[in-house]
Nanobody
Framework: QVQLVESGGGLVQAGGSLRLSCTAS????????MGWFRQAPGKEREFVTA????????LYADSVKGRFTISRDNAKNTVYLQMNSLKPEDTAVYYC????????????????WGQGTQVTVSS
């Protein structure tokens, strides 16, 4: 079965940086788009960013544009989320997700999900 495993979460002060990783097993990333979503306590899961298999196209939520960067290394079946200038409102559980084809922003369009990794940003 497909497995996605996130790592790299933790506690950081506002203005700091974290780099999340998501490694896939059980599938290849060929023609698979990958995305990152996050969910804060009491809130709905929201779109953060997504990237095509080739890396030629990316999408970012307005709230993270200019601060977060998504990238991928297909040889390692891994997608990354570099998070800079972190804010307390970035605190959430971050999930990676995968799907074949295009880059929807709807969580339900992604059939493959990781277990999530906690990111906490203190003020």
């Amino acid at each position: 079965q497909v497995q996605l495993v996130e790592s790299g979460g933790g506690l950081v002060q506002a203005g700091g940086s974290l780099r999340l990783s998501c490694t896939a097993s059980g599938l290849t990333f060929y023609n698979y788009a990958m995305g990152w979503f996050r969910q804060a306590p009491g809130k709905e899961r929201e779109f953060v960013t997504a990237i095509t298999w080739s890396g030629s196209n990316t999408l970012y939520a307005d709230s993270v544009k200019g601060r977060f960067t998504i990238s991928r290394d297909n040889a390692k079946n891994t997608v990354y989320l570099q998070m800079n200038s972190l804010k307390p409102e970035d605190t959430a559980v971050y999930y990676c997700a995968g799907r074949y084809g295009s880059l929807p922003v709807d969580a339900y369009a992604y059939p493959h999900w990781g277990q999530g990794t906690q990111v906490t940003v203190s003020s």
